[in-house]
């Protein structure tokens, strides 16, 4: 069982940054993809970002979708249980509810954009 709070959402204005921060409560947290969804309303969830666990020889792979692509970046931190997203340049139509997920396999993520587990949301709102 894996507990996931996102944080860091909040008002900002366009072309602006803000950093999302997701703390994993549970075991075994360096062994779940995690990944970032968006829902704006009126919408359908989509899938933003993922990330998967630390191999010894490839590193980590990450995967965005197309429309974050170059301007949000997702990274974790195992030591802290922590999934971040880095959000530069942002839209109005980057508005949304955030939320953090995670999966004990990145396809769950990142091919079948759902996840095992998810967190509450946070709310970002871009203005023009």
């Known amino acids: 069982q894996v507990q996931l709070v996102e944080s860091g959402g909040g008002l900002v204005q366009a072309g602006g940054s803000l950093r999302l921060s997701c703390d994993a409560s549970?075991?075994?947290?360096?062994?779940?993809?995690m990944g970032w969804f968006r829902q704006a309303p009126g919408k359908e969830r989509e899938f933003v970002a993922a990330?998967?666990?630390?191999?010894?020889?490839?590193?980590?792979?990450?995967y965005y979708a197309d429309s974050v692509k170059g301007r949000f970046t997702i990274s974790r931190d195992n030591a802290k249980n922590t999934v971040y997203l880095q959000m530069n340049s942002l839209k109005p139509e980057d508005t949304a509810v955030y939320y953090c997920?995670?999966?004990?396999?990145?396809?769950?993520?990142?091919?079948?954009?759902?996840?095992?587990?998810w967190g509450q949301g946070t709310q970002v709102t871009v203005s023009s």
């Open positions: 997920a995670a999966s004990s396999s990145i396809n769950t993520i990142f091919a079948l954009r759902t996840a095992q587990y």
């Open positions: 549970g075991r075994a947290f360096n062994t779940y993809a």
């Open positions: 990330i998967g666990t630390m191999s010894s020889w490839s590193g980590v792979n990450t």
